[in-house]
């Protein structure tokens, strides 16, 4: 792992806060399971497109997700691959259940 320099680990700790609210978190994992509109996406979470409006403008202010236009619509989907890998990387560190070995 290189070394950081303080901005940096300032960075990424905002990134996890970013990360850490449970909404905006069902948001994103909505986008990466399907590029989606904010009427689809406040159905597949089940919460007020105003909310989800709010939490999209801080995902794509953060670079993680990207807005393009079809038509009327804006469609949502994340920034890049790295998004999908950093989330699958945190979701199988959760499902995934603990070695017994691993805690000597």
Do not use: W
Not at 22 to 34: D, P, Q
């Amino acid at each position: 792992m290189p070394k950081l320099e303080d901005e940096q680990i300032a960075e990424l700790a905002e990134l996890l806060r970013l990360l850490g609210e449970t909404t905006r978190l069902r948001v994103l994992l909505a986008c990466l399971a399907e590029p989606a509109s904010v009427g689809e996406i406040a159905a597949r979470v089940d919460i007020p497109r105003s909310l989800v409006s709010h939490h999209l403008r801080m995902l794509r202010a953060s670079r993680f997700l990207r807005s393009t236009r079809n038509g009327k619509q804006i469609i949502y989907s994340p920034v890049d691959d790295r998004v999908r890998c950093i989330l699958e990387d945190l979701v199988e560190h959760v499902v995934e259940p603990a070695d017994e070995k691993d805690d000597s």
